[in-house]
């Protein structure tokens, strides 16, 4: 078992993994860059590294200066969390060349997957079910021919995003070159690459996802699917667990298929398998997010076992102890990821200092945040600051409960998305599962 880890993360998920490493007695060293000397990861850690001034790329997402901080402190694994360096397999690499664990895939896998035109070859011929596109493109008018083949709507994504970046959809082929040079545009300034690919664009679908574990003898499992319809401009908002549209075949069928994705590139850790669903139960092959994820409580919830936990005995070298059919899905849960934005005003980014904090409580009721009365909440970062995530023993009072816990949960001093996740899990569409990725511009 590793013995000490270091956090190369901040906010709510860098408490989150020390907070697993405590209980399991293993020792946490946190880092942070200037704006982050007070944040609580940096208090609840047994060492605390500054790593560079607040900028990410001076900081967090400085390999060589995480991996100085991690061999200067003699932690023997880096956990990664999730953005910044979680899915880049270079960073993987150096921490395999370093003598380091890389709680996560191994580099090679990552690479893999993390380029979604390979992705798709690999799952094409592993036999999972894939959306009609294209390989790798980079030319606008290239590219416009690809389309017409593939066939209108096509959607258009950097072939190394993520996060919605890089994307735009394309309805004819008058408004397709636009579409893909702002898209191109957009992939290049993100993540310093041009590469395009195209897809055949499925239109209201519901974005599913599965969590799957594989230890590094062959073993694979998954833990049932997340509902992530819920999204704005291709970012996630409202999770669950799970999917009312779902039924015990079709969670078999698609839970088959994400096994047999992640076995096809020897995957080992936590990993993420994602699909499109139409309405008519045909599913969609769309990506793996190679580390942990945002709404990975929900199915702690559902399954009653700790992600952070399982990845780190995974990196120490040791078997699941779960076969696929001691997997049972208990109840339902759902999670919001609370912003430190205003709606109002084009979901403008809203830092600064909270004033007045209460965080509810309760059966069923469990928030993953990072911030306290007094806390700053910095500019340059992802406006996340909490997650709420309930549990009920049906989806009603999983919805009932996370209304409650909304309406009590206070953050002032700085605008928040609370109201408008208030509003959006009380509208009668949502509340009968009614709904698909299109839901939040339905509403307007």
């Not at 942070?32 to 500054?50: F, G, I, N, P």
């Not at 700085?414 to 408008?420: C, P």
């Amino acid at each position: 078992m590793v013995k000490k880890v270091l956090v190369a993360n901040r906010g709510e998920i860098a408490v989150r993994i020390i907070r697993a490493c405590r209980e399991m007695g293993i020792q946490t060293v946190a880092v942070y860059s200037e704006a982050d000397k007070e944040a609580l990861h940096t208090q609840l850690a047994d060492e605390a590294v500054c790593i560079g001034p607040a900028p990410a790329a001076e900081s967090y997402l400085s390999m060589e200066r995480i991996i100085s901080a991690t061999m200067i402190t003699g932690a023997d694994a880096v956990h990664p969390g999730f953005g910044f360096l979680s899915e880049n397999y270079r960073f993987a690499q150096l921490c395999e060349t370093c003598g380091i664990v890389f709680i996560g895939p191994r580099a090679e896998v990552m690479q893999k997957m993390g380029q979604k035109a390979e992705a798709r070859r690999t799952m094409t011929e592993a036999g999972v079910p894939v959306v009609p596109g294209s390989q790798e493109v980079y030319d606008a008018k290239e590219a416009a021919a690809l389309a017409k083949e593939i066939g209108y709507p096509v959607i258009i994504k950097a072939a190394l995003g993520g996060g919605g970046k890089g994307m735009r959809v394309a309805y004819g082929q008058e408004e397709f070159e636009s579409c893909f040079l702002t898209a191109q545009k957009e992939a290049r300034a993100s993540f310093a690459d041009n590469t395009m690919y195209l897809e055949h664009f499925v239109e209201h679908p519901k974005h599913i996802e599965f969590q799957i574990l594989a230890d590094r003898y062959g073993n694979v499992i998954h833990l049932g699917e997340r509902d992530c319809s819920i999204q704005r401009n291709h970012q996630k908002m409202i999770e669950e667990s799970p999917c009312v549209a779902i039924s015990p075949e079709l969670r078999s069928r698609m839970g088959e298929a994400a096994v047999k994705a992640a076995k096809a590139v020897s995957y080992t850790g936590a990993g993420t398998i994602e699909f499109l669903l139409e309405k008519n139960g045909s599913f969609y092959f769309m990506e793996m997010n190679t580390r942990i994820q945002v709404e990975h409580p929900v199915t702690e919830w559902v399954t009653g076992l700790d992600l952070i936990k399982e990845q780190i005995r995974i990196a120490s070298g040791l078997r699941l102890p779960y076969a696929q059919e001691d997997i049972r899905l208990k109840g339902h849960a759902i999670e919001c990821r609370i912003n430190a934005e205003n709606p109002k005003q084009k979901f403008r980014p809203c830092p600064g200092t909270i004033t007045d904090l209460y965080l509810p409580g309760g059966q069923g009721i469990r928030i993953d945040a990072a911030i306290y009365s007094g806390y700053t909440v910095p500019p340059y970062y992802d406006p996340m600051i909490a997650k709420l995530i309930v549990h009920g023993d049906t989806r009603g009072e999983a919805v009932a409960k996370l209304r409650s816990a909304l309406g009590e949960t206070i953050i002032e001093g700085i605008d928040t998305n609370i109201d408008y996740l208030y509003e959006i899990t009380g509208n009668e569409s949502y509340r009968q599962g009614n709904f698909d990725i299109g839901f939040i511009e339905m509403l307007g």
